[in-house]
């Protein structure tokens, strides 16, 4: 079944809930959707929000790059050899994970539509439902606790709260939610590389007795190493998040001893599904965590993150919250969400609807 045609554009959307992070303000975002359609009538949809803090790649940058030529040779090629598509971009698109996200996914989606199965049962289901966190940026107390109550309301059982900007008052925060919920939400903490060393150390001191589930990137980029002055306990509550790129960097960051016990794979940091499942083996035979992750994303490419999360075996945690909180989307279904749990689509594909209210 050969290619008919390939569209691409950059949507702006904004957010019902800007929030603060250690180094940033999120009150908006641009996401890249990829439509590849084949001569049947079906079309995969993809889609990507690089951060360019993290990888270098922007939006604007992933936009630019889906309009070049080269994207428009895919007309004509067979939908069977997706893969091989997918190594001629990575050759055209180095270092470029937005670029190659929207790429894999939207050829992932049509492929499994063309062959009838779910993306997740392309590689072997694993699970079927695990509960995702949902976050809270960096606000006062009294602020936390009212959006965490509401979130409990809504039948979430994990928050995940941003930190990384004053430990003290971080250590102040997390102590009053776990004082409000304990028992009844986990909470995980997200530094964003907001924390230094000695930061880090006094946090986990304050904090030993609240069973916080899990540390995200504490430190900034370069300073893994001295995670290794902790004791191996403690290392393995810790997420790597900004220090994990592709495959390099969770082979280095995978040596025994590992400075992280968990890795927080995200599609638009590696590049895809190819690229999360290359990390996701690394780890595995490492005995390290997957956790996944997201930026504010569309819900085409949360489920593509959600169908290679199911597919991993050593699959533990999940932050797929990205498009919760888009005032609006161009894409409906792929996934479901009840009581905080997530299930894939097993609709072929990843079971994308487009939205025919917004949809361009």
Same mark, same amino acid.
């Given at each position: 079944?050969?290619?008919?045609?390939?569209?691409?554009? =950059?949507?702006?959307? #904004?957010?019902?809930? /800007?929030?603060?992070?250690?180094?940033?303000?999120?009150?908006?975002?641009?996401?890249?959707?990829?439509?590849?359609?084949?001569?049947?009538?079906?079309?995969?949809?993809?889609?990507?929000?690089?951060? /360019?803090?993290?990888?270098?790649?922007?939006?604007?940058?992933?936009?630019?790059? =889906?309009?070049?030529?080269?994207?428009?040779?895919?007309?004509?090629?067979?939908?069977?050899?997706?893969?091989?598509?997918?190594?001629?971009?990575?050759?055209?698109? #180095?270092?470029? /994970?937005?670029?190659?996200?929207?790429?894999?996914?939207?050829?992932?989606?049509?492929?499994?539509?063309?062959?009838?199965?779910?993306?997740?049962?392309?590689?072997?289901?694993?699970?079927?439902?695990?509960?995702?966190?949902?976050?809270?940026?960096?606000?006062?107390?009294?602020?936390?606790?009212?959006?965490?109550?509401?979130?409990?309301?809504?039948?979430?059982?994990?928050?995940?709260?941003?930190?990384?900007?004053?430990?003290?008052?971080?250590?102040?925060?997390?102590?009053?939610?776990?004082?409000?919920?304990?028992?009844? =939400?986990?909470?995980?903490?997200?530094?964003?590389?907001?924390?230094?060393?000695?930061?880090?150390?006094?946090?986990?001191?304050?904090?030993?007795?609240?069973?916080?589930?899990?540390?995200?990137? /504490?430190?900034?980029?370069?300073?893994?190493?001295?995670?290794?002055?902790?004791?191996?306990?403690?290392?393995?509550?810790?997420?790597?998040?900004?220090?994990?790129?592709?495959?390099?960097?969770?082979?280095?960051?995978?040596?025994?001893?590992? #400075?992280? %016990?968990?890795?927080?794979?995200?599609?638009?940091? @590696?590049? %895809?599904?190819?690229?999360?499942?290359?990390?996701? @083996?690394?780890?595995?035979?490492?005995?390290?965590?997957?956790?996944?992750? @997201?930026?504010?994303?569309?819900?085409?490419?949360?489920?593509?993150?959600?169908?290679?999360?199911?597919?991993?075996?050593?699959?533990?945690?999940?932050?797929?919250?990205?498009?919760?909180?888009?005032?609006?989307?161009?894409?409906?279904?792929?996934?479901?969400?009840?009581?905080?749990?997530?299930?894939?689509?097993?609709?072929?594909?990843?079971?994308?609807?487009?939205?025919?209210?917004?949809?361009?």
């Amino acid at each position: 079944m050969k290619i008919r045609s390939v569209r691409s554009w =950059l949507q702006h959307l #904004p957010l019902t809930k /800007p929030y603060t992070i250690a180094y940033n303000v999120i009150e908006d975002t641009e996401i890249i959707f990829l439509e590849i359609e084949l001569e049947n009538g079906l079309v995969g949809i993809g889609a990507s929000n690089p951060s /360019p803090e993290v990888v270098g790649e922007t939006p604007a940058d992933t936009a630019a790059n =889906l309009q070049q030529n080269f994207v428009q040779q895919f007309l004509g090629r067979d939908i069977r050899h997706f893969n091989q598509l997918i190594d001629e971009a990575l050759i055209q698109f #180095p270092d470029l /994970p937005g670029t190659i996200a929207a790429i894999d996914l939207a050829l992932h989606d049509a492929f499994c539509q063309f062959i009838g199965i779910p993306v997740v049962d392309l590689y072997g289901r694993k699970m079927n439902g695990l509960p995702t966190s949902i976050t809270i940026g960096i606000k006062e107390t009294a602020e936390m606790i009212e959006e965490a109550t509401s979130y409990l309301l809504e039948g979430f059982r994990i928050i995940k709260i941003k930190t990384g900007l004053n430990v003290e008052e971080d250590i102040e925060r997390v102590s009053k939610l776990h004082e409000s919920f304990a028992g009844k =939400l986990k909470i995980r903490v997200d530094a964003n590389t907001g924390y230094s060393i000695e930061d880090l150390k006094r946090f986990l001191h304050e904090t030993r007795q609240l069973s916080i589930e899990l540390i995200e990137q /504490p430190l900034a980029v370069g300073k893994e190493h001295e995670l290794m002055s902790l004791p191996a306990a403690q290392r393995t509550l810790l997420a790597a998040d900004e220090s994990l790129l592709g495959a390099t960097s969770a082979l280095q960051l995978s040596q025994s001893p590992s #400075p992280f %016990g968990i890795f927080n794979i995200k599609l638009m940091k @590696c590049g %895809g599904i190819r690229a999360a499942r290359e990390i996701a @083996c690394i780890a595995a035979n490492a005995g390290i965590d997957l956790f996944w992750g @997201c930026n504010d994303e569309s819900m085409a490419s949360i489920a593509g993150a959600l169908h290679t999360a199911y597919s991993c075996s050593n699959t533990k945690y999940l932050d797929l919250d990205g498009s919760f909180d888009l005032a609006g989307d161009l894409v409906k279904k792929g996934f479901m969400v009840k009581e905080g749990y997530m299930y894939c689509s097993d609709l072929p594909g990843f079971g994308l609807q487009k939205n025919n209210d917004v949809f361009l």
